[in-house]
């Protein structure tokens, strides 16, 4: 945001508050920031906002802005500060210099730091009208602000809306506020135009979707941030989990199974307790009711796993490695637990239990740059084939300079693994950004950043070079020299989180899925039951197309709209239902031995003897 409009927003939230404060004039004020979209403020109000008064109090904001009113800096002693804001019986403002008195700002959060400078004399602004020399309203802030309200005009601003919040975020100290949302744009145009773009992004919203479609649900009786698949998200995963296993396989990756759960000293090791402890659950104990379980004086516990690897780990030491073996390729959907805040949970992208893809290689150091390569290209061609266009390369790379607690001393091995990486990108000739910081502390990555549909940043796939891990479970293979040694080991994830990859699946397309994915593909619309002989004829003729790309084996996915309902309403429920193609079939159709095939693109007559091959290559 260029810092005019910050300033302009910041203005504005003055303007609201002083047209709540001429509604309400026993309002107390919190702190009014400015946001991505606009600003907020917060005020302890004698009632609770309805959803009329935002127009009212829109329409006396769009008054402000046609009388004479201007913004006076004044500059107070604390002290002084102080008793004018008593005065006011302001006692959020004075609750913050207080603290500003005390204990300087280092006590405030950012939107509270926002009200002052710092210093021991305070700022206040003053919107006055110049007509009259009355004052509107007072308020403690650093600016800066417009001189002159009229500067404001021209904006495009909305009351958005309000909701409940606690002063200073406190829950403990339970103030309620009322968060009073503006909208503020450099112009009417470009307000609408974030509107219209807000309404798009919430008709795609997964969770929305997701509802929608009936592809997954939350229940509160099994726990929130664990989502429940129904049939057609079961179906949708299953294909997608399918593909990847295909395409995983043909590269040489051995699928694995690998339990839930694991015992407290797998993850000692693995560095989970000490580093990751608070991503965990709680432990499993092992006594049971009677007391018993103890094995030689000591209590098992066990943790839910929040990582697959050093299950895989097990799998690669259960008999020693020759250099022949690699590398060496595991892969699995491991689900994983970790237990996140339970504010932060959202539909399947911030979740309690996930499913990964998750692929671990085992490979001498030489064989790096071809695992990377493999790796690359079959992903490059999945998101093809799934219609992923829009995404970015991302080389996740260590900051030795400014982040030396994370990353330590440059070693021979991290110039190595950049190295091999940088050159895999640069040989395919791949798109690719330098992302200093923000590799893993173990080694670089290389993501697949996406954006989503409301335009934050998120990385799809990863592949992650590890040279921390190996030692510490003692993995070697044995080299033709004889030797034993350490391989390299790459964490490789190319659906991320299968659950997240869905969310952003349903994004993307707004629950149209590629054909070869949708759950239900083609839906066989009657006109009356005089047709049911013809319709299984026709759903025979389908069932022959087996699709072969890109996933193998894939049987076409029918169902009949048998209700007794009008043309129309079947086929507007379809559409509702984002069913691919829709086939209609009326006693005409079957005279002519032909069926009405009706997709996004429009309706055409295909013969019954034409169909296979019609399907076979449909896209
Ligand atoms: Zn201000
Ligand atoms: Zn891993």
Partial sequence: MSKELEIKRHSMAHLVAAAVQEMFPEAQFGVGPVIENGNYY??????????????????????????????????????????????????????????????????????????????????????VDEKTGAVLFTDLCRGPHVDDVSELKGLGFKLDKFS????????KRNINMQRLYSLVFD???????????????????????????????ISDEVGAGLPLYLPNGGKLRNLLEKYMQQEAEEAGYMYVYT???????????????????????????????????EIDGKVEQFYLKPMNCPMHHQIYLNKPRSYRELPYKLFEYGTVYRYEESGTLTGLIRVRGFTQNDAHVYCAPTQLKDVIEEALNRFTRAYQDLGIKDYKIRFSLPDFENDEEKYGKETEEWKDSVKAMRKSLDELDVDYYDAVGEAAFYGPKIDIQVRNVNGKEDSLSTIQVDYSIAPKFGITYKDADGEQKTPVIIHMALMGSVDRFIAFMIEMTGGRFPFWIAPEQIRILTINDAVAPYVEKVRKVLKEVVLMKPLKYNELRIAVDYRNESLNRKIRDGQLQKIPVMLIVGPQDEAEQVVSVRTQKGEEKVKLSDLVEFFSNFK
Avoid: C
């Avoid at 006396?60 to 004479?68: D, E, I, Q, T």
């Avoid at 409940?164 to 829950?171: I, P, T």
């Fill in 259 to 293: 339990p839930h759960i694991g015992k407290s000293d797998l993850f000692a090791k693995s560095g989970h307790l000490d580093h990751y402890r608070d991503g965990m659950f709680a432990p499993i104990s092992m006594v049971n009711l009677d007391g018993e379980g």
């Fill in 42 to 127: 917060d005020f302890v109000l004698p009632r609770t906002l309805i959803p009329e008064d935002l127009p009212l109090i829109q329409k006396h904001v769009k008054k402000m802005l046609n009388r004479r009113l201007k913004f006076k800096k004044d500059i107070l002693d604390i002290g002084d500060a102080m008793i004018l804001f008593e005065k006011l019986n302001q006692p959020f403002k004075v609750e913050l210099l207080k603290d500003i008195k005390e204990k300087g700002t280092t006590k405030l959060n950012p939107e509270e730091i926002e009200a002052f400078d710092g210093k021991p004399e305070i700022t206040i602004y003053r919107i």
């Fill in 187 to 217: 112009s009417k145009d470009e307000l609408k135009k974030y509107q219209q773009q807000r309404i798009e992004a919430q008709k795609r919203d997964h969770r929305k979707v997701g509802k929608d479609l009936e592809i997954f649900t």
């Fill in 164 to 171: 409940g919040a606690y002063w200073r975020g406190d829950q």
